[in-house]
């Protein structure tokens, strides 16, 4: 194609951009996995996710598993069958999470937020009142829903169950988020807290994290659903090949370490500013665009939107034909529309390793596809973009 020499940019909402620092910390033979240097760097690593997820009591366990992998750890550790647990929903993710306990023979009910909006507060708070014998065992939520675009405000569905007095143990879904934006899992009562490699943690896809505070540790003593290769406490002891159940991933824990030193070189709250910034550039853009109104938000109240990405409502046959121009014409990849979204929407991604140019290159690819396809849309998404960040970055 006539433009498209260069690289290739991932604008998925993961996996996302591995750095090439990390991808070279992990290009050398492998170790001793008995002693050595990779001991250290379990340790190292076990004791900075407690740092990312924000927990001075919890501990963390790394797994080898994607981030479904590592929902069956949470759920499998602190619940046991027949136990019935609250999903609340903000497009597709805390349902897909609620889909994995099924199996277990879990009782799954959902809490449906309004269409495209986040999860209420009331509506949970006055849920759990109802629930007056302590049926509900576990409130699931992921803190952003990389479906729907919907970021949930964690810190107020904390405080709502707090103030229902209920018991149910508290389990976000971080995979989207962490590193991102503000977690906090002490400050914000969450028990049990769910994250992923390849997502803002700038890794490549293969090892998920699980953060468990002193009451999911009570419930784990319980639970009937623990089996060896997740269970927490077969992972607590000394012996360095049963933290993981098994052979370490030495290569991926590389990685791992390197990106994690990345992160805090940069600062999390740097890291957090950048992600604000970048997610408000992008959504200046969209906004932009949606004049022309083929395109939308797919969340319309502002304050609900992601940081680390953005979906974005458009119908065929324009969506099928930009999804296929970005990639061929301008080496850009975008995300598709997940679940009922699927075949409406696409998702540009502005989380992990991602710069101001690498989304400027990235808006300007679709705004270059919508003027080449004509597709309707507001011109000058890209000016706005930049309007945004100029303005935000004036010295
Ligand atoms: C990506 C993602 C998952 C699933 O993670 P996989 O690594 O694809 O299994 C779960 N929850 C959220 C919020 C995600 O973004």
Redesign the pocket.
């Known amino acids: 194609m006539p433009v498209s020499r260069g690289r290739d940019f991932l604008a998925l909402?993961?996996p996302t951009t591995v750095p090439d620092e990390v991808l070279q910390a992990m290009h050398r033979p492998a170790v001793d996995i008995y002693g050595g240097e990779l001991t250290g760097i379990t340790d190292t690593c076990l004791a900075d996710l407690r740092r990312v997820f924000r927990t001075e009591r919890g501990r963390t366990y790394i797994y080898i598993a994607?981030?479904?992998g590592a929902w069956e750890a949470a759920l499998t550790n602190v619940l046991s069958r027949g136990d019935k647990i609250l999903v609340l929903e903000s497009g597709r993710?805390a349902v897909g999470w609620g889909e994995m306990a099924e199996p277990l023979g879990i009782e799954v009910e959902v809490l449906e937020a309004e269409p495209r909006r986040a999860v209420s507060a009331e509506a949970l708070e006055a849920r759990l009142r109802a629930d007056g014998t302590g049926t509900i065992k576990a409130v699931l939520v992921?803190q952003?829903?990389?479906a729907s675009g919907i970021a949930n405000d964690i810190a107020a569905l904390g405080q709502a169950i707090a103030a229902s007095g209920h018991g149910a143990l508290f389990m976000v879904?971080v995979?989207?988020s962490l590193g991102s934006m503000p977690f906090e899992m002490d400050g914000w009562g969450v028990d049990v807290a769910v994250g992923?490699a390849?997502?803002g943690l700038m890794m490549t896809?293969g090892l998920?994290f699980v953060a468990a505070g002193e009451k999911a540790r009570a419930a784990h003593a319980e639970a009937g659903l623990r089996t060896r290769y997740w269970d927490w406490t077969v992972r607590e002891g000394e012996i360095h090949y049963m933290k993981y159940c098994g052979t370490p991933p030495v290569h991926l824990l590389f990685g791992l370490r390197k990106s994690l030193d990345m992160l805090f070189e940069e600062g999390m709250e740097s890291a957090f500013r950048r992600h604000a910034l970048l997610a408000g550039a992008t959504q200046a853009a969209v906004e932009r665009w949606s004049e022309g109104g083929a395109l939308a938000f797919n969340a319309p109240e502002a304050s609900e939107r992601s940081p680390t990405v953005t979906t974005i409502l458009l119908e065929e046959p324009h969506l099928g034909r930009l999804l296929d121009w970005c990639p061929e014409l301008c080496n850009v990849s975008l995300g598709i529309g997940l679940g009922p979204l699927g075949g409406h929407a696409f998702r540009i991604a502005h989380m992990g390793y991602v710069n101001a140019p690498m989304m400027l290159g990235t808006l300007g690819a679709v705004e270059t596809g919508l003027v080449a396809l004509d597709i309707p849309h507001g011109r000058g998404g890209v000016s706005a973009a930049v309007d945004h960040l100029a303005s935000r970055l004036k010295a």
């Open positions: 909402p993961g994607n981030g479904h993710f992921v952003v829903d990389t879904d995979i989207a992923g390849q997502k896809p998920s």
